[in-house]
């Protein structure tokens, strides 16, 4: 197997312990105890010109931007919680924390309508983030609050506390529930912005990472609604680190969490190894475990790593360390069961994928379990986009609620990926007749390429008129484009990694 992560960039601007960092599609902001926070694009990794941005007086704690990514949110000892323009550096608001307290965490609902702030006396505010005005505030227990996160659908968030606390929050800024999580503080915590659907309810369940001083990552399963209520349930323990753990995070399609360590070291870990089966029962509820392994051990920070972050949309990492560098990393495979079928990868659309071809993709979703009902069906390219939960249940006969609903997700992302895959195909890549990319590109005595197949059916049909001139072809001889045709596979090895 090839290397699946490399280190390609260190940033070492700032002079003192780096405290976090953060991405949005097309920027990295870093944060630190020397109080600028420092904005870098993504193409080159170099500095925008309006970069640091300066208001904070004292040291800067977090950072998180809009789901747009054109706000920036920071937060500091100074009690206050500053929203940024990412395109000018401007200051938008300046959100002070009621009590003054250092504020030790912020961070944006998904729809980046609200934002919550909290402090090192346990107060937790949620801001309306349009209008800069405070909509609720209440406060934890014991400890300062340290950590906080928002569940995918934004109808609830997760706060932990430095006494180790976990509490989770409506978006009313109600208490929904609180329990201790680890016994000598947390430290930070993430959701998986994948769902887990199943039960009986067709209930949504979420996966939350929490990590603390006692060394330990807990994985726990989170499910709310307003009319059946809320349930968090303890799964599992991921251990490698020996030492406190200062951060953790889910990269964005779930598959992968990355934590960071007293120890120096950043462990990457396959959360996506077995997939998560959920049962509901009238008087039970049963979460069965899966086996998390590590993909990768880094230790190229020299001191304790404090915060790590995965990129929305290309597959880099960043962690930060109190050595003040930011490293960056970038992945060249997402899981261990992509990498054993790469070279078995279908090249081209999904429509055109053979029945095996479809048997290596649900291998690579987890799915290998259906190998065998979707061979014994003739499942091949073209009948997998047209599956519906009907035919699912119906004529495969998929009982598991959750397992359907898994594989029309995945099998809408693979239709979302080929419109915009589609969307993105250069002009001379596509064949005039069909409107489609071509895989079999020949030059006409015309001099336009055409697919070759098409073509063949025009003359046969059309008598011995270009598709493009109306004109009589001089020759009905199709000659093989192979410069276009290598252009074409390039392009594909490109976009459809």
Not at 25 to 41: E, N
Not at 379 to 394: F, M, P, Q, V, W
């Amino acid at each position: 197997m090839k290397n699946m992560v490399k280190l390609i960039h260190t940033l070492a601007d700032h002079d003192d312990d780096v405290n976090c960092c953060a991405f949005s599609s097309s920027l990295l902001a870093t944060c630190s105890l020397d109080k600028p926070i420092r904005l870098y694009s993504l193409s080159d990794f170099s500095e925008l010109p309006h970069s640091p941005l300066k208001s904070h007086t004292y040291a800067v704690h977090c950072c998180c931007f809009s789901a747009s990514g054109h706000i920036l949110a920071s937060c500091s000892t100074d009690g206050t919680t500053v929203l940024w323009d990412t395109q000018n550096g401007q200051t938008l608001a300046v959100l002070e924390q009621p009590s003054g307290s250092p504020v030790r965490v912020c961070r944006f609902s998904p729809d980046s309508t609200c934002l919550v702030s909290g402090a090192a006396d346990g107060t937790v505010v949620l801001w309306n983030a349009q209008s800069y005005k405070l909509y609720r505030c209440a406060s934890v227990k014991d400890g300062s609050l340290v950590a906080c996160a928002f569940s995918p659908n934004g109808n609830f968030f997760v706060t932990g506390s430095s006494c180790g606390d976990l509490t989770v929050w409506d978006d009313k800024m109600r208490c929904l529930h609180s329990e201790k999580a680890h016994n000598l503080g947390i430290t930070c915590c993430d959701f998986s912005s994948q769902p887990v659907s199943g039960g009986e309810q067709g209930l949504q369940f979420f996966r939350l990472a929490s990590c603390g001083q006692d060394c330990q990552i807990k994985i726990w399963v989170i499910s709310f609604t307003h009319t059946l209520g809320f349930e968090l349930k303890y799964k599992s323990i991921l251990s490698g680190h020996c030492a406190p753990v200062l951060t953790c995070a889910f990269s964005h399609d779930g598959q992968m969490l990355v934590s960071g360590s007293v120890d120096k070291s950043v462990i990457v870990y396959d959360t996506d190894a077995q997939e998560y089966n959920i049962y509901i029962f009238r008087s039970a509820k049963t979460v069965m475990q899966n086996t998390e392994d590590i993909l990768h051990t880094l230790t190229q920070h020299t001191r304790y790593v404090t915060t790590c972050a995965f990129a929305p949309n290309i597959l880099l990492l960043a962690t930060g360390s109190m050595d003040k560098t930011v490293n960056i990393w970038q992945f060249d495979l997402e899981t261990p069961c992509q990498a054993r079928i790469a070279e078995d990868q279908p090249k081209q659309f999904t429509e055109d994928w053979s029945e095996d071809d479809v048997s290596n993709w649900l291998c690579a979703q987890g799915l290998k379990d259906l190998v065998g009902i979707f061979k014994m069906n003739n499942i091949d390219g073209r009948e997998l986009l047209n599956l519906t939960k009907e035919s699912l249940a119906d004529d495969l006969k998929i009982e598991s609620l959750g397992l359907r609903s898994k594989v029309l997700r995945k099998i809408e992302e693979l239709r979302t990926k080929m419109k915009t895959l589609s969307s993105e195909i250069p002009d001379e890549f596509i064949c005039p007749i069909t409107r489609e990319l071509m895989k079999d590109p020949v030059i006409a005595s015309d001099g336009y390429s055409y697919e070759k197949e098409a073509m063949e059916n025009w003359i046969s049909k059309k008598k011995r008129t270009s598709p493009m001139t109306n004109l009589v072809l001089p020759s009905v001889v199709l000659i093989p484009n192979r410069t276009l045709k290598m252009a074409i596979d390039r392009w594909l090895e490109t976009h459809q990694k």
